[in-house]
Protein backbone atom coordinates (compact mmCIF):
# COMPACT_ATOMS: atom_id res chain seq x y z
CA UNK A 1 0.00 0.00 0.00
CA UNK A 2 1.14 3.72 -0.69
CA UNK A 3 1.92 5.49 3.16
CA UNK A 4 2.15 9.37 3.06
CA UNK A 5 3.24 11.38 6.43
CA UNK A 6 4.83 14.87 6.16
CA UNK A 7 6.72 16.17 8.98
CA UNK A 8 6.07 18.48 11.96
CA UNK A 9 3.00 16.25 13.44
CA UNK A 10 0.66 18.54 11.56
CA UNK A 11 0.35 16.39 8.37
CA UNK A 12 -0.77 12.71 7.13
CA UNK A 13 -1.05 14.11 3.87
CA UNK A 14 1.50 15.86 1.34
CA UNK A 15 -1.14 18.64 1.23
CA UNK A 16 -2.36 18.97 4.56
CA UNK A 17 0.32 21.48 5.84
CA UNK A 18 -1.07 24.29 2.89
CA UNK A 19 -4.54 23.43 2.78
CA UNK A 20 -7.65 23.92 5.23
CA UNK A 21 -8.84 20.15 6.39
CA UNK A 22 -10.09 18.19 3.46
CA UNK A 23 -12.49 14.90 4.05
CA UNK A 24 -12.93 11.94 1.52
CA UNK A 25 -15.40 9.70 1.74
CA UNK A 26 -14.65 5.67 2.05
CA UNK A 27 -17.75 3.18 0.99
CA UNK A 28 -18.59 0.68 3.87
CA UNK A 29 -17.33 -2.08 1.05
CA UNK A 30 -13.52 -1.12 0.78
CA UNK A 31 -11.42 -4.01 1.03
CA UNK A 32 -9.15 -1.91 3.85
CA UNK A 33 -12.51 -2.53 6.42
CA UNK A 34 -13.01 -5.53 8.65
CA UNK A 35 -16.49 -7.18 9.48
CA UNK A 36 -16.25 -9.55 12.34
CA UNK A 37 -19.58 -11.75 12.76
CA UNK A 38 -22.97 -11.26 10.90
CA UNK A 39 -23.21 -8.64 8.48
CA UNK A 40 -26.08 -8.28 5.38
CA UNK A 41 -25.71 -6.64 2.55
CA UNK A 42 -28.16 -3.82 1.12
CA UNK A 43 -28.80 -2.52 -2.28
CA UNK A 44 -30.44 1.16 -2.29
CA UNK A 45 -30.04 3.99 -4.37
CA UNK A 46 -30.66 6.49 -1.50
CA UNK A 47 -27.21 5.12 0.21
CA UNK A 48 -24.04 6.48 -0.42
CA UNK A 49 -22.26 4.65 -3.15
CA UNK A 50 -25.78 2.75 -3.63
CA UNK A 51 -25.31 0.04 -0.93
CA UNK A 52 -24.62 -0.59 2.64
CA UNK A 53 -24.61 -3.24 5.35
CA UNK A 54 -26.13 -3.79 8.76
CA UNK A 55 -25.90 -6.36 11.26
CA UNK A 56 -28.08 -7.18 14.85
CA UNK A 57 -26.01 -9.95 15.55
CA UNK A 58 -24.58 -9.22 19.22
CA UNK A 59 -20.24 -8.79 19.29
CA UNK A 60 -20.25 -8.14 15.16
CA UNK A 61 -17.75 -5.71 14.94
CA UNK A 62 -16.71 -3.42 11.96
CA UNK A 63 -12.85 -2.59 12.31
CA UNK A 64 -11.13 -0.26 10.80
CA UNK A 65 -7.14 2.02 10.79
CA UNK A 66 -7.19 5.00 9.70
CA UNK A 67 -4.70 8.25 9.47
CA UNK A 68 -6.35 11.50 9.55
CA UNK A 69 -7.54 14.52 12.42
CA UNK A 70 -11.32 13.39 11.92
CA UNK A 71 -14.03 10.76 11.33
CA UNK A 72 -17.66 10.23 10.61
CA UNK A 73 -19.56 7.30 10.32
CA UNK A 74 -22.47 7.40 7.86
CA UNK A 75 -25.28 5.09 8.04
CA UNK A 76 -29.08 4.85 8.32
CA UNK A 77 -32.02 5.70 11.49
CA UNK A 78 -35.26 4.25 11.57
CA UNK A 79 -37.66 2.77 13.15
CA UNK A 80 -35.56 -0.33 13.70
CA UNK A 81 -31.84 0.99 14.46
CA UNK A 82 -30.24 0.45 17.86
CA UNK A 83 -27.42 1.13 20.11
CA UNK A 84 -23.72 0.16 19.50
CA UNK A 85 -20.72 0.82 21.04
CA UNK A 86 -18.26 2.64 19.00
CA UNK A 87 -14.59 2.69 20.48
CA UNK A 88 -12.03 5.42 18.65
CA UNK A 89 -8.65 4.69 20.01
CA UNK A 90 -9.18 2.64 23.33
CA UNK A 91 -11.88 5.46 24.19
CA UNK A 92 -15.31 3.83 24.07
CA UNK A 93 -18.60 5.47 23.19
CA UNK A 94 -22.64 4.05 23.05
CA UNK A 95 -24.39 5.41 20.10
CA UNK A 96 -28.08 5.80 19.86
CA UNK A 97 -28.96 5.23 15.92
CA UNK A 98 -32.45 5.42 16.07
CA UNK A 99 -34.69 8.44 15.49
CA UNK A 100 -38.09 9.42 17.39
CA UNK A 101 -39.57 9.70 13.93
CA UNK A 102 -39.49 6.49 13.05
CA UNK A 103 -38.72 7.29 9.30
CA UNK A 104 -35.86 5.71 7.40
CA UNK A 105 -32.89 8.33 7.00
CA UNK A 106 -30.05 7.92 4.84
CA UNK A 107 -26.97 9.28 4.73
CA UNK A 108 -26.83 10.26 8.87
CA UNK A 109 -23.61 11.59 10.45
CA UNK A 110 -24.25 8.87 13.47
CA UNK A 111 -20.56 9.42 15.05
CA UNK A 112 -18.43 12.22 14.97
CA UNK A 113 -14.57 12.60 15.91
CA UNK A 114 -12.65 15.78 14.91
CA UNK A 115 -9.47 17.38 16.21
CA UNK A 116 -7.31 13.87 16.28
CA UNK A 117 -3.62 14.07 16.70
CA UNK A 118 -2.33 13.45 13.10
CA UNK A 119 -1.10 9.62 12.56
CA UNK A 120 -2.65 5.99 12.50
CA UNK A 121 -5.79 5.27 14.59
CA UNK A 122 -8.30 2.60 15.35
CA UNK A 123 -12.01 2.42 15.59
CA UNK A 124 -14.42 -0.50 16.05
CA UNK A 125 -18.35 -0.58 15.71
CA UNK A 126 -19.87 -3.69 17.81
CA UNK A 127 -23.41 -4.51 18.13
CA UNK A 128 -24.50 -4.84 21.64
CA UNK A 129 -28.20 -5.98 20.28
CA UNK A 130 -29.62 -3.22 22.60
CA UNK A 131 -32.56 -0.60 21.43
CA UNK A 132 -33.95 2.43 23.65
CA UNK A 133 -38.00 3.32 23.77
CA UNK A 134 -38.30 4.43 20.16
CA UNK A 135 -37.89 1.26 18.37
CA UNK A 136 -38.52 -2.31 19.03
CA UNK A 137 -35.07 -3.97 16.93
CA UNK A 138 -31.26 -3.46 17.30
CA UNK A 139 -29.49 -3.26 13.59
CA UNK A 140 -26.91 -1.35 13.43
CA UNK A 141 -26.43 -0.11 9.85
CA UNK A 142 -22.52 0.93 7.89
CA UNK A 143 -22.83 3.19 5.12
CA UNK A 144 -19.54 4.78 4.85
CA UNK A 145 -16.70 7.04 6.61
CA UNK A 146 -15.45 9.99 6.14
CA UNK A 147 -11.89 11.27 7.17
CA UNK A 148 -10.63 14.32 7.54
CA UNK A 149 -6.92 14.62 5.93
CA UNK A 150 -6.46 11.13 5.68
CA UNK A 151 -7.04 7.63 4.31
CA UNK A 152 -7.71 3.93 5.70
CA UNK A 153 -4.77 1.88 6.41
CA UNK A 154 -4.51 -1.76 5.90
CA UNK A 155 -4.78 -3.32 9.32
CA UNK A 156 -3.94 -4.70 12.32
CA UNK A 157 -0.63 -2.39 13.12
CA UNK A 158 1.45 -4.18 15.13
CA UNK A 159 3.12 -2.55 17.82
CA UNK A 160 6.77 -2.91 18.07
CA UNK A 161 9.60 -2.76 21.04
CA UNK A 162 8.96 -0.43 23.76
CA UNK A 163 5.43 0.50 26.10
CA UNK A 164 2.52 1.73 24.83
CA UNK A 165 -1.03 2.73 26.16
CA UNK A 166 -4.02 1.05 26.46
CA UNK A 167 -5.51 3.06 23.79
CA UNK A 168 -2.71 2.18 21.33
CA UNK A 169 -3.83 1.86 17.63
CA UNK A 170 -2.63 -1.90 18.21
CA UNK A 171 -4.99 -2.90 20.51
CA UNK A 172 -9.26 -3.69 20.04
CA UNK A 173 -11.81 -3.73 22.67
CA UNK A 174 -14.24 -6.07 22.19
CA UNK A 175 -17.25 -5.97 24.77
CA UNK A 176 -17.85 -3.23 27.29
CA UNK A 177 -15.05 -1.22 28.70
CA UNK A 178 -14.87 1.43 30.69
CA UNK A 179 -12.09 4.56 30.58
CA UNK A 180 -11.09 5.91 34.05
CA UNK A 181 -8.92 8.74 34.50
CA UNK A 182 -6.62 9.36 37.11
CA UNK A 183 -2.95 10.10 37.94
CA UNK A 184 -1.94 7.25 39.06
CA UNK A 185 -2.71 5.24 35.83
CA UNK A 186 0.29 5.71 32.96
CA UNK A 187 -0.70 8.79 30.84
CA UNK A 188 -3.47 9.60 32.82
CA UNK A 189 -6.22 6.74 32.17
CA UNK A 190 -6.43 3.24 32.04
CA UNK A 191 -9.37 1.15 30.62
CA UNK A 192 -11.36 -1.63 33.27
CA UNK A 193 -14.40 -4.32 32.45
CA UNK A 194 -15.81 -6.40 34.56
CA UNK A 195 -18.57 -8.19 31.99
CA UNK A 196 -18.05 -11.72 31.34
CA UNK A 197 -16.06 -12.52 27.97
CA UNK A 198 -15.39 -8.48 27.34
CA UNK A 199 -11.38 -8.86 26.12
CA UNK A 200 -8.78 -6.85 24.16
CA UNK A 201 -6.43 -8.44 21.18
CA UNK A 202 -3.31 -6.80 20.87
CA UNK A 203 -1.30 -7.59 18.14
CA UNK A 204 2.64 -6.90 18.41
CA UNK A 205 5.73 -7.76 16.38
CA UNK A 206 8.23 -9.11 19.06
CA UNK A 207 9.85 -12.11 21.21
CA UNK A 208 8.09 -10.72 24.81
CA UNK A 209 5.65 -8.73 26.05
CA UNK A 210 4.32 -7.72 29.08
CA UNK A 211 0.53 -6.55 30.17
CA UNK A 212 0.56 -3.65 32.46
CA UNK A 213 -2.80 -3.63 34.64
CA UNK A 214 -4.21 -1.80 37.92
CA UNK A 215 -4.58 -4.03 40.99
CA UNK A 216 -6.96 -4.19 43.67
CA UNK A 217 -9.12 -5.84 46.48
CA UNK A 218 -11.73 -5.36 43.62
CA UNK A 219 -10.51 -7.16 40.92
CA UNK A 220 -10.55 -10.58 39.54
CA UNK A 221 -9.56 -13.14 37.05
CA UNK A 222 -8.61 -13.10 33.39
CA UNK A 223 -7.63 -15.59 30.87
CA UNK A 224 -4.45 -14.98 28.97
CA UNK A 225 -4.20 -16.40 25.50
CA UNK A 226 -1.37 -15.96 22.71
CA UNK A 227 -2.36 -16.82 19.21
CA UNK A 228 -5.48 -18.09 20.32
CA UNK A 229 -3.81 -20.61 22.79
CA UNK A 230 -4.92 -20.07 26.53
CA UNK A 231 -1.42 -19.86 28.28
CA UNK A 232 -2.42 -18.53 31.26
CA UNK A 233 -5.33 -17.88 34.38
CA UNK A 234 -4.34 -14.85 36.16
CA UNK A 235 -5.59 -13.81 39.62
CA UNK A 236 -5.59 -9.48 39.35
CA UNK A 237 -6.01 -9.40 42.98
CA UNK A 238 -3.87 -7.00 44.78
CA UNK A 239 -4.12 -5.80 48.33
CA UNK A 240 -2.92 -2.78 49.33
CA UNK A 241 -3.66 -1.92 45.27
CA UNK A 242 -1.02 -0.77 42.97
CA UNK A 243 -1.20 0.91 39.89
CA UNK A 244 1.25 0.57 36.84
CA UNK A 245 1.37 -3.22 37.81
CA UNK A 246 3.51 -5.51 35.71
CA UNK A 247 0.45 -8.09 35.58
CA UNK A 248 1.31 -10.68 33.46
CA UNK A 249 4.53 -10.99 31.46
CA UNK A 250 6.16 -13.84 29.02
CA UNK A 251 8.99 -14.29 26.90
CA UNK A 252 11.27 -16.49 24.59
CA UNK A 253 8.25 -16.69 21.85
CA UNK A 254 8.94 -16.69 17.83
CA UNK A 255 10.49 -13.83 15.54
CA UNK A 256 7.38 -12.44 14.24
CA UNK A 257 4.20 -10.80 14.88
CA UNK A 258 1.55 -12.60 17.89
CA UNK A 259 -1.57 -11.29 19.40
CA UNK A 260 -1.98 -11.06 23.26
CA UNK A 261 -5.75 -11.68 24.50
CA UNK A 262 -6.59 -10.63 27.77
CA UNK A 263 -10.24 -12.19 28.31
CA UNK A 264 -12.69 -11.15 31.21
CA UNK A 265 -13.94 -14.38 32.94
CA UNK A 266 -16.13 -13.06 35.82
CA UNK A 267 -14.49 -14.87 38.23
CA UNK A 268 -12.61 -13.84 41.34
CA UNK A 269 -10.95 -15.13 44.39
CA UNK A 270 -13.04 -15.36 47.99
CA UNK A 271 -11.21 -12.49 49.05
CA UNK A 272 -11.93 -10.04 46.16
CA UNK A 273 -15.16 -7.31 46.16
CA UNK A 274 -15.15 -7.67 42.47
CA UNK A 275 -14.13 -9.10 39.29
CA UNK A 276 -12.85 -6.11 37.80
CA UNK A 277 -9.89 -7.04 35.05
CA UNK A 278 -7.70 -3.32 34.16
CA UNK A 279 -5.86 -2.56 30.97
CA UNK A 280 -2.96 0.64 31.30
CA UNK A 281 -0.48 -0.65 28.93
CA UNK A 282 1.75 -2.84 27.11
CA UNK A 283 5.51 -3.62 27.03
CA UNK A 284 6.32 -5.19 23.90
CA UNK A 285 10.65 -6.67 23.44
CA UNK A 286 12.69 -8.21 21.24
CA UNK A 287 11.07 -7.12 18.15
CA UNK A 288 11.95 -9.55 15.18
CA UNK A 289 12.99 -8.75 11.81
CA UNK A 290 10.65 -10.39 9.53
CA UNK A 291 13.38 -11.16 7.01
CA UNK A 292 16.54 -9.28 5.53
CA UNK A 293 15.50 -6.02 3.90
CA UNK A 294 14.59 -5.96 0.67
CA UNK A 295 13.68 -3.42 -2.36
CA UNK A 296 11.67 -3.63 -5.03
CA UNK A 297 12.71 -3.71 -8.78
CA UNK A 298 12.54 -0.81 -10.28
CA UNK A 299 10.96 0.15 -7.05
CA UNK A 300 12.32 4.22 -6.49
CA UNK A 301 9.38 6.07 -8.02
CA UNK A 302 7.91 9.31 -8.04
CA UNK A 303 5.74 10.05 -4.74
CA UNK A 304 2.84 11.40 -6.45
CA UNK A 305 2.60 9.00 -9.60
CA UNK A 306 4.02 5.81 -8.02
CA UNK A 307 5.37 5.34 -11.77
CA UNK A 308 8.49 4.61 -12.49
CA UNK A 309 8.67 6.42 -15.60
CA UNK A 310 11.04 5.61 -18.07
CA UNK A 311 14.04 4.02 -16.57
CA UNK A 312 12.87 5.34 -13.38
CA UNK A 313 13.56 8.84 -13.84
CA UNK A 314 13.29 11.25 -11.12
CA UNK A 315 14.33 15.01 -10.72
CA UNK A 316 16.54 16.80 -8.09
CA UNK A 317 14.58 17.85 -5.32
CA UNK A 318 11.12 15.65 -5.79
CA UNK A 319 9.33 14.13 -3.58
CA UNK A 320 10.40 9.98 -4.22
CA UNK A 321 9.31 6.77 -2.40
CA UNK A 322 11.26 3.27 -2.48
CA UNK A 323 9.47 0.24 -2.20
CA UNK A 324 10.38 -2.99 -0.84
CA UNK A 325 10.26 -5.54 2.65
CA UNK A 326 11.50 -4.78 6.00
CA UNK A 327 12.99 -1.26 5.29
CA UNK A 328 11.96 -0.74 9.00
CA UNK A 329 10.06 -2.93 11.98
CA UNK A 330 7.50 0.04 12.22
CA UNK A 331 6.37 2.85 11.49
CA UNK A 332 8.96 6.58 11.91
CA UNK A 333 7.87 10.05 10.63
CA UNK A 334 9.94 13.42 10.49
CA UNK A 335 9.34 15.38 13.05
CA UNK A 336 10.98 18.63 12.21
CA UNK A 337 12.34 20.65 9.18
CA UNK A 338 14.72 20.11 7.84
CA UNK A 339 14.41 17.01 7.47
CA UNK A 340 16.21 14.10 9.16
CA UNK A 341 18.65 11.41 7.22
CA UNK A 342 18.22 8.79 9.81
CA UNK A 343 14.77 7.10 11.39
CA UNK A 344 13.15 4.46 12.57
CA UNK A 345 14.31 1.34 15.50
CA UNK A 346 16.55 0.20 12.15
CA UNK A 347 18.38 3.51 11.76
CA UNK A 348 16.66 3.47 8.20
CA UNK A 349 18.52 6.13 5.97
CA UNK A 350 19.50 6.53 1.81
CA UNK A 351 22.19 7.90 0.24
CA UNK A 352 22.25 9.41 -3.57
CA UNK A 353 24.53 11.60 -5.38
CA UNK A 354 27.29 11.37 -2.85
CA UNK A 355 24.81 12.94 -0.69
CA UNK A 356 22.92 11.79 2.55
CA UNK A 357 19.15 11.82 1.77
CA UNK A 358 16.16 13.66 4.30
CA UNK A 359 13.61 11.21 5.23
CA UNK A 360 9.92 11.89 5.14
CA UNK A 361 9.43 8.56 6.53
CA UNK A 362 10.06 5.20 6.69
CA UNK A 363 7.67 2.11 7.02
CA UNK A 364 8.24 -1.71 6.25
CA UNK A 365 7.21 -1.73 3.06
CA UNK A 366 8.42 2.28 1.67
CA UNK A 367 10.53 4.98 2.40
CA UNK A 368 9.34 8.10 1.73
CA UNK A 369 12.25 11.00 0.94
CA UNK A 370 13.44 13.98 -1.16
CA UNK A 371 16.15 13.64 -3.80
CA UNK A 372 19.15 16.03 -3.31
CA UNK A 373 18.72 18.99 -5.37
CA UNK A 374 22.75 18.65 -5.93
CA UNK A 375 21.57 15.59 -8.17
CA UNK A 376 22.79 16.25 -11.97
CA UNK A 377 21.12 14.28 -14.62
CA UNK A 378 22.29 11.44 -15.63
CA UNK A 379 22.63 7.90 -14.12
CA UNK A 380 22.68 7.74 -10.01
CA UNK A 381 22.99 4.68 -7.63
CA UNK A 382 20.69 5.04 -4.87
CA UNK A 383 22.01 3.03 -1.82
CA UNK A 384 19.37 1.80 1.45
CA UNK A 385 21.06 1.25 4.45
CA UNK A 386 18.62 -1.14 6.64
CA UNK A 387 19.72 -2.04 10.54
CA UNK A 388 23.57 -1.98 8.97
CA UNK A 389 22.70 -3.80 5.70
CA UNK A 390 23.17 -1.87 2.87
CA UNK A 391 21.53 -2.41 -0.94
CA UNK A 392 21.24 -0.17 -4.07
CA UNK A 393 19.33 0.50 -6.95
CA UNK A 394 20.13 2.37 -10.18
CA UNK A 395 17.60 5.30 -11.44
CA UNK A 396 17.59 7.70 -13.90
CA UNK A 397 18.06 11.83 -13.13
CA UNK A 398 16.05 14.14 -15.46
CA UNK A 399 15.96 17.94 -14.91
CA UNK A 400 12.07 17.16 -14.23
CA UNK A 401 9.73 14.44 -13.89
CA UNK A 402 6.18 15.79 -13.13
CA UNK A 403 3.77 14.15 -11.02
CA UNK A 404 0.75 15.62 -9.67
CA UNK A 405 -0.96 13.96 -5.85
CA UNK A 406 -3.95 12.98 -5.69
CA UNK A 407 -6.51 12.55 -3.01
CA UNK A 408 -6.29 8.40 -2.22
CA UNK A 409 -2.18 8.25 -2.74
CA UNK A 410 -2.71 6.31 -5.36
CA UNK A 411 -1.41 8.70 -8.60
CA UNK A 412 -4.80 7.97 -9.81
CA UNK A 413 -8.25 9.78 -10.23
CA UNK A 414 -9.16 13.13 -8.48
CA UNK A 415 -5.60 15.16 -7.82
CA UNK A 416 -4.84 17.52 -4.78
CA UNK A 417 -6.35 20.49 -6.89
CA UNK A 418 -7.97 23.33 -5.01
CA UNK A 419 -10.12 26.49 -5.38
CA UNK A 420 -8.69 29.57 -4.08
CA UNK A 421 -10.16 29.60 -1.06
CA UNK A 422 -8.19 26.16 -0.35
CA UNK A 423 -11.45 23.80 -0.60
CA UNK A 424 -10.88 21.10 -2.49
CA UNK A 425 -12.07 21.01 -6.04
CA UNK A 426 -14.57 17.30 -6.09
CA UNK A 427 -17.82 16.27 -7.88
CA UNK A 428 -19.84 18.13 -5.10
CA UNK A 429 -17.23 21.22 -5.40
CA UNK A 430 -16.58 21.42 -8.99
CA UNK A 431 -14.31 23.93 -10.32
CA UNK A 432 -15.26 26.96 -12.91
CA UNK A 433 -14.16 28.20 -16.47
CA UNK A 434 -12.09 31.49 -15.97
CA UNK A 435 -11.55 29.81 -12.33
CA UNK A 436 -7.76 29.97 -11.09
CA UNK A 437 -7.32 26.57 -9.11
CA UNK A 438 -4.61 25.49 -7.49
CA UNK A 439 -2.18 21.83 -8.40
CA UNK A 440 0.00 20.35 -6.36
CA UNK A 441 2.81 18.89 -7.66
CA UNK A 442 6.68 17.08 -7.72
CA UNK A 443 8.88 17.39 -9.27
CA UNK A 444 8.77 20.30 -11.51
CA UNK A 445 12.94 20.91 -11.44
CA UNK A 446 15.11 23.32 -10.42
CA UNK A 447 13.68 26.79 -8.55
CA UNK A 448 14.76 30.61 -8.50
CA UNK A 449 15.73 30.98 -5.37
CA UNK A 450 17.01 27.81 -4.86
CA UNK A 451 16.78 26.24 -0.76
CA UNK A 452 19.00 23.15 0.58
CA UNK A 453 18.20 19.47 0.44
CA UNK A 454 15.58 19.05 3.42
CA UNK A 455 14.74 22.39 4.05
CA UNK A 456 11.32 24.32 3.81
CA UNK A 457 11.04 26.52 0.46
CA UNK A 458 10.63 30.11 3.02
CA UNK A 459 10.21 32.47 0.30
CA UNK A 460 8.43 33.16 -3.32
CA UNK A 461 10.21 31.33 -5.73
CA UNK A 462 9.57 30.39 -9.24
CA UNK A 463 10.55 27.20 -11.45
CA UNK A 464 13.85 27.56 -13.69
CA UNK A 465 12.12 25.74 -16.72
CA UNK A 466 8.88 26.65 -18.64
CA UNK A 467 5.34 24.90 -17.12
CA UNK A 468 2.49 24.17 -19.00
CA UNK A 469 -1.16 22.89 -18.10
CA UNK A 470 -3.43 21.08 -19.96
CA UNK A 471 -7.13 20.27 -18.74
CA UNK A 472 -9.27 18.52 -20.75
CA UNK A 473 -6.87 18.56 -23.61
CA UNK A 474 -7.00 22.48 -23.91
CA UNK A 475 -4.15 24.27 -22.92
CA UNK A 476 -4.50 26.12 -19.37
CA UNK A 477 -3.00 29.51 -18.57
CA UNK A 478 -0.37 29.05 -15.87
CA UNK A 479 0.04 32.13 -13.91
CA UNK A 480 2.48 30.55 -11.31
CA UNK A 481 5.00 27.70 -10.86
CA UNK A 482 7.33 26.89 -7.96
CA UNK A 483 7.70 25.31 -4.38
CA UNK A 484 4.95 25.69 -1.96
CA UNK A 485 6.38 27.72 0.90
CA UNK A 486 6.50 25.59 4.49
CA UNK A 487 7.20 22.41 2.85
CA UNK A 488 10.05 20.04 1.30
CA UNK A 489 9.92 19.60 -2.19
CA UNK A 490 6.12 20.28 -2.93
CA UNK A 491 5.35 22.33 -5.77
CA UNK A 492 1.88 24.61 -6.44
CA UNK A 493 0.86 25.51 -10.22
CA UNK A 494 -1.58 28.29 -10.25
CA UNK A 495 -3.25 27.68 -13.75
CA UNK A 496 -6.51 29.40 -15.05
CA UNK A 497 -9.72 26.54 -16.33
CA UNK A 498 -10.18 26.77 -19.97
CA UNK A 499 -13.84 27.58 -21.07
CA UNK A 500 -15.53 24.75 -22.84
CA UNK A 501 -14.74 21.98 -20.66
CA UNK A 502 -16.75 20.40 -17.74
CA UNK A 503 -17.41 17.30 -15.89
CA UNK A 504 -14.28 14.82 -14.91
CA UNK A 505 -11.61 15.87 -17.13
CA UNK A 506 -7.94 14.90 -17.12
CA UNK A 507 -4.89 16.84 -15.83
CA UNK A 508 -1.38 17.03 -17.32
CA UNK A 509 1.46 19.32 -16.46
CA UNK A 510 4.42 19.52 -18.88
CA UNK A 511 7.60 20.64 -17.93
CA UNK A 512 10.07 22.50 -20.24
CA UNK A 513 7.88 21.21 -23.84
CA UNK A 514 9.05 17.43 -22.56
CA UNK A 515 8.51 16.04 -19.80
CA UNK A 516 4.78 15.07 -18.75
CA UNK A 517 2.85 13.95 -15.93
CA UNK A 518 1.48 10.30 -16.09
CA UNK A 519 -2.38 9.78 -17.14
CA UNK A 520 -5.18 8.94 -14.83
CA UNK A 521 -5.51 12.06 -12.68
CA UNK A 522 -8.25 14.51 -12.96
CA UNK A 523 -10.57 17.52 -12.01
CA UNK A 524 -14.36 18.14 -11.41
CA UNK A 525 -15.29 20.91 -13.82
CA UNK A 526 -18.62 23.05 -13.95
Known amino acids: MFRWALPLAFAVTIFQSSLCAQT ?12 VGAWYPNTNALESGGSATLAVVKGSQVVLNFTGTGITWIGESDGFTGICYVTLDGVQTQVDTSNS ?4 LYNQKLFSATGLTPGNHHMTIEIIHGHDGSTDQSW ?49 SVNSAVDTNAHVDFTFNGTSVSWIGYRDEYSG ?70 GPPQLTANGIVSAASFAPAPNNQVAPGQIVSIFGQNLSPGDATATQIPLPTQLGDS ?15 VYPGQINLQLPVECAAGNVTATVTVNGTTMSQNLTVAPAAPGIFTIDASGKGDGVIV ?8 AANPAAAGETIVIYATGLGATTPVFATGAAANQMNTTVMPVSVTIGGKAAAVVYSGLTQSLVGLYQINTIVPPGV ?10 DGQYTSPGGVTVSLQ
Open 24 to 35: TRFEQDDPRITY
Open 101 to 104: TGAT
Open 140 to 188: IWVDAFDIDNGSLVQGPIPATSGAMDQTTVSANYSGHWFNNAGAAYSNG
Open 221 to 290: IAQVSIDGNVVATVDTYLTPAKAQSTTWSTSGLSAGSHTLTITVTGNKNAASGGNWIWVDGFQVGGTANA
Open 347 to 361: NTSVTACGKAVPLYG
Open 419 to 426: HANNSLIS
Open 502 to 511: TGSQPVVVTV
